[in-house]
Nanobody, 126 residues
Framework: QVQLVESGGGLVQAGGSLRLSCAAS????????MGWFRQAPGKEREFVGS????????AYADSVKGRFSISRDNAKNTVYLRMNSLKPEDTAIYYC???????????????????WGQGTQVTVSS
């Protein structure tokens, strides 16, 4: 069973950047689609972006398109979320999820993912 650990969160000023990492242990991530989601206080968890197992199909939420980018390094068993031009409304706990399979599809809903990390807090100050 894959276990996921997110890291890289923190406090940053508006306009700043962070890179989140999602490291896997237990099994290789190479046959998993990965997704990033976030949950702000009092709000439901929302889709941020996803990347398929091979890295050639990537999708983003409209709210982060052009500012965030997802990548993966299967050799390091790690998926990344690069976040640029951060805004206060990006403040949330960020989670990565994994879904087994070699499909080329994108997955936009949290119920489509089987495994989750514990999350990492991102706080953007104005």
């Amino acid at each position: 069973q894959v276990q996921l650990v997110e890291s890289g969160g923190g406090l940053v000023q508006a306009g700043g950047s962070l890179r989140l990492s999602c490291a896997a242990s237990g099994r290789t991530l190479s046959s998993y689609a990965m997704g990033w989601f976030r949950q702000a206080p009092g709000k439901e968890r929302e889709f941020v972006g996803s990347i398929n197992w091979s890295g050639d199909r990537i999708a983003y939420a409209d709210s982060v398109k052009g500012r965030f980018s997802i990548s993966r390094d299967n050799a390091k068993n790690t998926v990344y979320l690069r976040m640029n031009s951060l805004k206060p409304e990006d403040t949330a706990i960020y989670y990565c999820g994994a879904r087994g399979g070699l499909s080329g599809a994108s997955y936009y809903y949290d119920f489509e993912y089987d495994i989750w990390g514990q999350g990492t807090q991102v706080t953007v100050s104005s």
